[in-house]
């Protein structure tokens, strides 16, 4: 009886893979996949294999947040072979929720699993749960930035290198590894929290590394919705460029780079970037 029920409940799993992630997207809140999953862990993708029932995909597994399974041990999970909703790749950090079934863990690309570097919101809820796990852009991390930080700015983006069109030589932009590669985004200064800015419009240098915050999963160029235009940001940076034969055209009549490829631009309206903010006008009226 007991596995006439799993081989049914493995059967309804895969139909609910395959065709209804319209309906998985629905719930697409933190709280509803954590609470949903069986297990639930961070963890690179080393191999993605066919397998009878779709695809198997082997996880190193680095943190282990819900379930029983002990970190640093290769999990094997099973994956629909089609999906509309998110993508796995090999070599790349995800957050996994995962449902035990039959003693198989399977994935449904429905159900909240993403890419880490895509995963900050549910984090931060995790966080809320369990203290020791935290987004890679907590409030600590956004602390030790701005206290190293020669130069914090709240700004509103303007554009970037690919929404503008503005690097029409540029035909392949590779992921940073033996040399710095990066992309320009271009904003408008609200605020200088500290620091200086003299112009009222700058260029920043952000850099392209795989599974960082900052790029657009699995792109090589900035996140379109970080960067959308308009979106306003918490920036830390120090002044200068990367490249010794940079030029620059107006209204753009200086250049910064970041200081962290994966928190030096963030949402100015978290509430880590807020009470950031608040610190450091907070130290500057002493």
Not at 153 to 173: K, P
Not at 179 to 207: C, F, M, N, W
């Amino acid at each position: 009886m007991v596995q006439n029920c799993s081989v049914r409940r493995i059967a309804t799993l895969i139909l609910c893979l395959v065709a209804s992630p319209a309906f998985a997207q629905l719930s697409s809140d933190a709280p509803a996949f954590y609470t949903s999953a069986d297990i639930v862990f961070t963890g690179v993708l080393d191999k993605i294999s066919a397998s009878p029932t779709g695809l198997t995909a082997q996880f190193r597994v680095e943190r282990l947040i819900k379930g029983g399974l002990e970190a640093n041990k290769i999990l094997r999970a099973q994956l629909p072979s089609e999906s509309r909703c998110h993508k796995f790749e090999e070599r790349h950090s995800y957050l996994i929720y995962g449902r035990a079934i039959g003693g198989t863990v399977w994935v449904n690309p429905c159900e909240g699993s993403k890419l880490v570097s895509q995963a900050e919101d549910d984090l931060r809820y995790i966080h809320t749960i369990n203290p020791r796990v935290s987004e890679r852009c907590s409030r600590n991390r956004l602390s030790q930035l701005a206290a190293r930080s020669p130069i914090i700015a709240m700004a509103e983006v303007i554009g970037t290198e690919d929404s503008m069109g503005t690097n029409a030589t540029l035909l392949f932009r590779p992921w940073c590894g033996l040399v710095l590669s990066t992309e320009d985004a271009y904003y408008s200064i609200r605020e200088v929290l500290k620091g200086q800015i003299p112009d009222s419009k700058v260029v920043v240098e952000h850099a392209i590394c795989w599974d960082t915050v900052t790029v657009d999963g699995y792109y090589p160029n900035l996140s379109p919705e970080l960067f959308r235009e308009g979106n306003v940001l918490l920036l830390f940076l120090k002044a200068g460029s990367h490249q010794s034969d940079r030029h620059l055209n107006p209204p753009f009549s200086s250049i910064y780079e970041d200081l962290d490829e994966n928190c030096g631009a963030v949402m100015a309206d978290g509430e880590a970037a807020q009470r950031v903010i608040e610190n450091v006008r907070a130290h500057r009226e002493r």
